[in-house]
Nanobody, 123 residues
Framework: QVQLVESGGGLVQAGGSLRLSCAAS????????MGWFRQAPGKEREFVAG???????SYADSVKGRFTGSRDNAKNTVYLQMNSLKPEDTAVYYC?????????????????WGQGTQVTVSS
C-alpha cells in the first residue's frame, strides 16, 4: 500500500510560479516511477509530467519548458515546479505512483493516487 499526499496548490496570477509537493509513504518509493496529472472541470484527467526511478523525466507538450518535475528519494517526495503559469493551467493536480520504473502518460498505468491539490491561475 502506498499513500500519497499533495500540497502546495493555491491561487496565483498569470506569469507566476508554484511548487507542488507529493509525499509518499512506503520504503519502495525510490525504485518506482511517479507521475503528475491534472483535471480541469468538465475535462478528462491528463498527463502533465513523469519522473522515472532514475529521475529521467517526460512532459506534456503544453507544459514543456515551463514545468519541471523532480524527486528527493531521501524524503520520499516528488515535486512539480510550475513557472510562467497560464489561466489554462487551472486544474486539480494529482500525483500518482506506479509499480514500474518508467513513467507513463496513461492514467490506467498508475496504481495509487493522491487526493489532489487545486491550482488556480487568474488572468
Amino acid at each position: 500500500q502506498v499513500q500519497l499526499v499533495e500540497s502546495g496548490g493555491g491561487l496565483v496570477q498569470a506569469g507566476g510560479s508554484l511548487r507542488l509537493s507529493c509525499a509518499a509513504s512506503g520504503r519502495t518509493f525510490s525504485s518506482y516511477a511517479m507521475g503528475w496529472f491534472r483535471q480541469a472541470p468538465g475535462k478528462e484527467r491528463e498527463f502533465v509530467a513523469g519522473i522515472n526511478w532514475n529521475s529521467g523525466r517526460s512532459y506534456a507538450d503544453s507544459v514543456k519548458g515551463r514545468f519541471t518535475g523532480s524527486r528527493d528519494n531521501a524524503k520520499n517526495t516528488v515535486y512539480l515546479q510550475m513557472n510562467s503559469l497560464k489561466p489554462e493551467d487551472t486544474a486539480v493536480y494529482y500525483c500518482a505512483f506506479r509499480w514500474g520504473t518508467v513513467a507513463a502518460a496513461e492514467t490506467r498505468r498508475y496504481d495509487y493516487w493522491g487526493q489532489g491539490t487545486q491550482v488556480t491561475v487568474s488572468s
